[in-house]
């Protein structure tokens, strides 16, 4: 009777002992004398009834690691830094196109037919130019490319686009190309005379209208062109100062 007495109760200690470890972490001491205790009961046949093993130490560490993770102080959510907003800019007028045509117009018209064919068509975009080079301001706001009118100090809108309609405003993430033509010129003291974008921001149904017929065409896709709306316009402004906003408020570019 003692004898069975005496195995039940270790069967119970070892079984209170393998459960308490399963659940709470316990002191090294008391893990040893589990295990020596586990190891002393045996049957009669000499097998033992139980035994401390790898996997109720594998137990142990991964609820105790659970645990740990579980009541650990979480690592502030990282969030990503806002971008800056960049200041409004209106680019600086560039007179080099107007006076450019101007020039070029005055010398044809001194020259017998040629005044009629040339210099006067040359002189007239010239004297247009040099009105629009004082009229239109190209500003750069914090979300979008606007055509303005005025001064610094008092620009307005210039109304609906005469081509395709809607506001001369486009966003920045509408851009899917860029250029300035002739190409190369410009880093050239003459500078370019036109200035290209491309938008996603204008209807689609207007997108073939004009030179957007050809820029849109299969072959242009097929060629890596990206569907959009054209623009151009002259050059009457610092096209270096230009690109360099283009550049900086990251507009796409093929």
Known sequence: MLS?????????????SAAASGFA?????????HHLLSSSVRTSSGLPLYSSSTSDNNLFDS????LTSLFAPKDEVRK??????????????????????LILGLLLDT???????????ITLLGILFLVQTFRIRFVFESDSFTLKTGNDDNLSDTGENIVVGGENRWTYDSFVNYDFFPRGWIDQPQGPI????????TPETEWNTGPGAKANSEEAIAAGAVPGQVHFFPALCD??????EFERRGCAKL
């Open 111 to 121: 020259i017998p037919y040629v005044q009629i064919l040339l210099g006067l068509p």
């Open 25 to 33: 972490p316990v002191h090294d001491t008391f893990r040893h004398g």
């Open 63 to 66: 609820v105790s690691q659970q």
């Open 80 to 101: 990503e830094p806002k971008k800056p907003v960049l200041p409004d800019v209106v680019i600086n007028r560039d007179f080099k196109l107007a006076a450019a045509f």
């Open 239 to 244: 096209a270096k100062q230009i690109r360099a």
């Open 4 to 16: 069975r007495s005496f195995l039940t109760t270790g069967v119970v200690i070892a079984t209170f």
């Open 194 to 201: 036109l200035v290209y974008f491309k938008e996603t921001q």
